[in-house]
């Protein structure tokens, strides 16, 4: 069972900029593709970016396309996401998880990271 931790969030105003990580407990986690996904206050969990397993292959929703960057270091087990131009829409608790497509490939979740987005 991999286990997941992100952190790097806060509050930043609209326009702003934040970098969220995520640490995996798995050593196999160059065999997956990893994605980050987020939940705002009374909405479902929705998946924003997604990395192949050597992260030369990305995807996003268009929402954050051009103002995001999903990247890792698989040496370190680590996922990365880089959020500028921040928008009040964006304010959510992040995740990552395995991914397959936009889906969600492992069972369970970290506790996520909060991000705010003041206007």
């Known amino acids: 069972q991999v286990q997941l931790v992100e952190s790097g969030g806060g509050l930043v105003q609209a326009g702003g900029s934040l970098r969220l990580s995520c640490e995996a407990s798995r050593r196999t986690f160059s065999n997956y593709a990893m994605g980050w996904f987020r939940q705002a206050p009374g909405k479902e969990r929705e998946f924003v970016a997604g990395?192949?397993?050597?992260?030369?292959?990305?995807w996003y929703i268009v929402s954050v396309e051009g103002r995001f960057t999903i990247s890792r270091d698989n040496a370190k087990n680590m996922l990365y996401i880089q959020m500028n131009s921040l928008r009040p829409e964006d304010t959510s608790v992040y995740y990552c998880n395995g991914v397959a497509g936009e889906k969600p490939r492992f069972g369970s979740w970290g506790p996520g990271t909060q991000v705010t987005v003041s206007s």
């Open positions: 990395s192949s397993r050597d992260g030369a292959n990305t």
